[in-house]
């Protein structure tokens, strides 16, 4: 017997498409995070002094807070998404993730970019 709060089974076609949708936002992730990295220490690099030592520091701190952000966050949305359910989280984290890396991409300033890795990193948990 089926209670009424059951969900209907998933049918192999709304799998597939949600397994499709999982795959390809887990990709732009990962590809977002790979474009940034190599020229993180160029954009940094614009907002040093001249002849500044500190770049690798810079771009240190800038990918260890993200990974501290989403560090932090991940039991957050994990709750969160438990509650509202996946869909929505994913749909938020993505939108999320853009406008992290629009923030970075901007700049104008070291805490700029630090701005748009801290949202990025809170989005990638």
Do not use: K
């Not at 989403?70 to 869909?87: E, H, K, N, Q, T």
């Not at 992290?100 to 070291?110: K, N, R, S, T």
């Amino acid at each position: 017997m089926t209670s009424v709060t059951e969900a209907p089974p998933e049918t192999p076609v709304s799998s597939r498409r949600a397994w499709f949708m999982l795959v390809t936002l887990t990709m732009l992730s990962v590809i977002g995070m790979t474009i940034v990295l190599p020229v993180m220490p160029f954009v940094v690099q614009q907002y040093l002094p001249q002849g500044d030592p500190s770049l690798a520091v810079w771009v240190g701190v800038l990918e260890g807070v993200n990974a501290l952000c989403a560090f932090l966050a991940a039991p957050i949305l994990g709750a969160l998404s438990d509650r509202v359910g996946r869909r929505p989280i994913i749909v938020l984290a993505s939108f999320g993730a853009v406008a992290g890396y629009l923030v970075f991409g901007i700049g104008g300033a070291l805490w700029v970019l630090l701005l748009g890795r801290v949202l990025q990193g809170i989005t990638a948990a």
